[in-house]
């Protein structure tokens, strides 16, 4: 089994409606990431947690927003989508005790038409 | 901000080539990575380096961070169909856990 799982891994949807991507870890590491991808751009970071009281913003959050159930758990919201969040979304992980190696989920490929 | 560009953006080799990949900043960074992401797949890391001059061997493919921390090479000997894939440089600043990645370059070898 995958230690990091994405779900949904695809997903299309109208703007305007409330979006939600959950990502879920067996590594038992402490931090959790999401990014989005675009062609050209590489990865952003939008939000990042260091544990389950800590959150904080990347450098993309305007329009979205995360929450951190557990330690395992990290989902992360698009209240209102637009289309220009059309993108791929991957999740991460990290060990503090390890802070630079993030392993990464399988993506989720969203599409706001 | 802090920007990583990569080049090229886009290399189309065949089988048996060499090749070289750049990732340069004017930034410093405390350690660098790289990932290799394949279709429908999340970026897996190859290699970090940490020390300014750093080079690092893993197989046909050869890491180099620059003397100044600055920059970093990926030079890959006898290209393979099996090195076709993204390739994403990472840097971090040892503070918070924090990368910036690369704009990413393309490879895809054919035979």
């Known amino acids: 089994d995958a230690d990091v799982t994405q779900t949904p891994r695809n997903r299309i949807t109208k703007t305007g409606k409330r979006i939600m991507l959950e990502c879920s870890q067996t590594k038992g590491h402490d931090r959790m990431y999401w990014y989005r991808q675009d062609p050209g751009l590489g990865l952003r970071l939008i939000y990042y947690s260091f544990d389950v009281k800590d959150i904080n913003k990347g450098e993309i959050s305007d329009g979205y927003s995360v929450s951190r159930q557990a330690q395992a758990k990290f989902s992360l919201s698009l209240e209102s989508a637009i289309p220009n969040q059309t993108a791929l979304y991957f999740c991460a992980t990290s060990d503090s005790a390890s802070t630079d190696t993030q392993y990464f989920g399988p993506g989720t490929r969203l599409t706001v038409l | 901000t802090q920007l990583l560009e990569q080049s090229p953006q886009f290399l189309s080799i065949q089988e048996g080539e060499n090749l070289t990949v750049y990732c340069n900043s004017s930034s410093v960074f405390s350690s660098l990575q790289w990932y290799r992401q394949e279709p429908g797949e999340g970026p897996v890391l190859l290699v970090t380096v940490v020390t300014g001059g750093e080079v690092k061997k893993l197989k046909r493919l050869t890491f180099q961070f620059g003397d100044a921390r600055k920059d970093s090479s990926l030079h890959i000997t006898a290209a393979q169909p099996g090195d076709t894939g993204l390739y994403l440089c990472?840097?971090?600043?040892?503070?918070?856990?924090?990368?910036?990645f690369g704009t990413g370059t393309r490879l895809q070898v054919t035979l």
């Open positions: 990472a840097g971090s600043t040892g503070t918070a856990s924090k990368l910036t």
